[in-house]
């Protein structure tokens, strides 16, 4: 269950005090494109960068998060002006700015509120609704946020402050994953309430937050209610049975890993979260990605209606479409129970070999060759015949590298004036 992922930390049952002094050496170790000083006197950090220092999780180069009681956008142009980098304004109205600096992300803004406390009481969650004020090196948190880091709980400040940006819906399973939380009981009714607003949320934040969540470590644990959150809003959404099974204790045990295990593992939880086509449609993906997914949905439906497995054809076209993505599928029919451990990771293994004829399929001989070789002209003929050849190799009725045997197979095809063997033009191609 997901409320079962909450540990009794105790590195993060910290005093006030030692908050405030962790977040002082932490600081002290960063080195943005400024230096502090270059900052007024009444700028704090807020948000993910004080969470992650207390948590001890704090990289290089974090994203920082500063507030100011005005003049946001300003500050950015002045710090700009000074020590380099590129201002985006965020929100004119709001007074939001970012710099952008080499491998930094500077995000100013102007206080919510006349105060700082005011400003953190309309913040999303707790967790996010610490500060640590640069020039007197004190830890504030008026909303709790610091027992919420010690047990491990992720909490909205109010019901409203979700209302205010309905894309905090789905930060709250995102944060949850990343951060190994429990949610609280009364944030997951709050959460169910305002799903249906995500509608107006752009498609693009809500797909980037998607995304960021299927690639969190523990995102399995929340996909299903994910899923439910994304009926809510839209309800010709059909998520897949099995998500919380992808895992990466599951990927690992198949023989991924490093950053295509992250990547593999993503692709298959996105595209089981959102389930039906027109989801990923109304989310206003690339083309790419759109091709991406509709492949992969296509295969799983092709896997579950071929009782008797799948034709060579259809193999050959299924590797022609998952040349990259072929784990995604793996790992899905696992979880659907449509494939053995030990059986994905057979394919997987061949998938790993650039050089393996099937799972990675290609004429033997290019274009060119053939044509000076068999005096064949560009067209049709041609493009069959390479089709032809392809297929031979994947099931190893031909050697890849044996030029003479590959065109004796070809003269035999030409004498025949078959086109018939060519592959189907796949529907997804």
Aim: charged share 20%; proline share 6%; hydrophobic share 45%.
């Amino acid at each position: 269950m997901a409320s079962e992922i909450a540990t009794d930390d105790v590195h993060s049952r910290l005093t006030p005090g030692e908050a405030g002094a962790r977040l002082t050496a932490a600081v002290t170790r960063l080195s943005p494109p400024f230096p502090w000083a270059a900052l007024p006197g009444d700028a704090v950090l807020v948000g993910g960068v004080v969470r992650d220092a207390l948590l001890g999780r704090l990289g290089d180069h974090p994203d920082l998060d500063l507030t100011v009681p005005r003049g946001a956008v300003r500050l950015c142009r002045q710090l700009a002006g000074r020590w380099g980098g590129t201002v985006v304004v965020l929100d004119p109205v709001r007074d939001m700015g970012r710099l952008v600096h080499g491998p930094w992300t500077v995000d100013v803004a102007a206080w919510d509120g006349s105060t700082m406390t005011a400003d953190l009481g309309r913040r999303d969650f707790s967790l996010n609704a610490m500060a640590y004020h640069l020039q007197r090196r004190t830890f504030h948190d008026p909303c709790g946020g610091l027992e919420d880091l010690a047990r491990r709980r992720l909490r909205c400040v109010a019901a409203a402050n979700l209302a205010a940006d309905p894309l905090r819906v789905l930060r709250a399973y995102r944060l949850a994953a990343e951060l190994e939380c429990a949610i609280e009981g009364r944030t997951r009714q709050w959460l169910h309430q305002e799903a249906p607003k995500l509608g107006m949320v752009a498609s693009e934040r809500v797909l980037a937050e998607l995304e960021r969540l299927c690639r969190a470590p523990q995102a399995h644990h929340w996909l299903l209610e994910t899923g439910a959150v994304v009926r809510a809003w839209l309800p010709m959404a059909r998520p897949w049975p099995g998500l919380e099974r992808l895992s990466r204790p599951l990927a690992m045990a198949v023989g991924l890993e490093g950053e295509s295990l992250t990547h593999q593992l993503a692709l298959a939880r996105l595209a089981g979260v959102m389930g039906a086509q027109s989801v990923v449609e109304r989310l206003g993906c690339s083309r790419r990605r759109h091709r991406q997914w509709q492949r992969l949905h296509h295969w799983r439906q092709a896997w579950a209606a071929a009782t008797t497995g799948l034709t060579e054809d259809q193999q050959l076209q299924l590797h022609l479409d998952l040349t990259t993505d072929l784990p995604a599928l793996l790992l899905v029919l696992l979880t659907h129970n449509r494939l053995a451990l030990k059986q994905a990771g057979l394919w997987l293994c061949r998938w790993q070999d650039p050089a393996d004829p099937l799972c990675h399929p290609r004429c033997p001989l290019g274009g060119h060759r053939l044509q000076e070789a068999l005096s064949v002209s560009p067209g049709p003929q041609l493009g069959a015949l390479m089709a032809f050849l392809r297929r031979e190799c994947a099931f190893g009725r031909l050697a890849a590298n044996d030029e003479e045997s590959i065109l004796d197979r070809a003269r035999q095809w030409l004498a025949t004036d078959s086109l018939s063997p060519a592959d189907p033009p796949s529907e997804l191609a």
